[in-house]
């Protein structure tokens, strides 16, 4: 008989974690060791829980990397010792967080899986007990003993995703994410019911962890815009120590074909500044090449982001700088699937 899956619960802040104090009707952090109290359901759960909270939470717009490193730090420790993980934090900064982790963790074979919501787990009507209990029943799944998914995932409302496939896409319904490039790992209705063909399969060997907490912050993203100013994207580019930038093109990947646009990338890539081209479309395909408009930024080393989000990107783009790479190594690895990231 297979044993009781051990998971735990890692609380960093945010809406799910926010209980409210009847008396003054002000919302006030809920502690995760009475979770078995105040939601009994997840003792239904074939399973053990623990939970680990953050000493000081935080808001998801003040998530950074020193948090993401927090995280790791927390998975790294505790890895040997849980079958699985479930990370609570607000759901805007979700989709950034969960990609970046994805790429700090290499050779992982456990779940990993993110969720939080849109109201308090104290709230009449909330997202969170849902959330919550089937994000820990995704972690505790398993076929021949061995668990349904070994990646980092994200679960919302009633669907499982790939976490680097993610974007946030609605503040106030409770189907907040979407990905678009990617179908669903898992839905839950009636029954549980996992998508098995989309799932990474982990390697049968056990391969040693492998944790990379560096990071470039040095990144930015330039969304194009008709009317967009020589003199803003000059300012923008000759930004002091800038190492990267995520462009958000139109459509397939396309940009201005002005001049001026043309030279002050290539001076940037000149000077090793890495330029990765998404799409601002909240679905398809980056083809550089397609339309004329984008022939010159492939041919003077504009890296294509194919169907990578703008999420995804920026942690792919803080994780490779750290690697030192030449330009055409760079671009060998930014346009591959490492983490199931790109089709």
């Not at 934090?89 to 989709?95: F, I, L, N, P, R």
Request: aromatic share 10%; glycine share 6%.
């Amino acid at each position: 008989m297979s044993k009781k899956p051990n998971i735990l619960l890692v609380y960093t802040g945010g809406t799910i974690g926010m209980i409210k104090d009847y008396k003054t009707n002000a919302l006030k952090a809920f502690d995760f060791n009475q979770i078995l109290e105040k939601i009994p359901e997840l003792q239904q759960l074939n399973c053990f829980i623990e939970s680990i909270s953050f000493e000081i939470l935080i808001d998801s717009s003040n998530m950074n990397t020193q948090y993401y490193r927090d995280i790791v730090d927390i998975i790294q420790n505790n890895y040997n010792d849980f079958d699985g993980f479930v990370i609570l934090t607000g759901s805007d900064t979700m989709s950034y967080t969960s990609s970046a982790i994805s790429f700090m963790i290499e050779n992982l074979q456990k779940p990993i899986i993110f969720t939080g919501s849109q109201l308090p787990i104290g709230d009449l009507r909330t997202d969170a007990k849902e959330n919550l209990i089937t994000s820990i029943e995704i972690a505790c799944a398993r076929k021949e003993d061995q668990p349904i998914i070994s990646e980092v995932c994200l679960y919302f409302e009633y669907k499982l995703y790939r976490a680097n496939r993610t974007t946030k896409i609605n503040a106030e319904q409770f189907q907040a994410f979407a990905s678009m490039n990617y179908p669903a790992l898992a839905e839950s209705g009636v029954h549980l019911s996992f998508s098995e063909h989309y799932i990474h399969k982990s390697s049968k060997e056990k391969k040693e962890l492998i944790i990379r907490k560096k990071l470039i912050t040095d990144v930015l993203i330039l969304k194009l815009f008709p009317g967009i100013t020589k003199k803003v994207v000059n300012n923008i580019l000759n930004i002091e120590g800038l190492k990267g930038v995520v462009l958000e093109t139109y459509g397939s990947g396309n940009a201005p074909d002005e001049s001026w646009f043309l030279d002050l990338l290539k001076e940037a890539i000149s000077k090793d500044i890495r330029i990765i081209n998404v799409t601002q479309c909240s679905g398809g395909n980056v083809i550089q090449g397609h339309y004329e408009t984008s022939v010159t930024l492939k041919q003077i080393g504009v890296i294509s982001g194919k169907d990578i989000t703008t999420e995804s990107a920026i942690a792919k783009l803080m994780y490779l700088l750290s690697e030192n790479l030449s330009l055409k190594e760079f671009t060998d690895y930014f346009e591959k699937s490492l983490r199931g990231e790109i089709s």
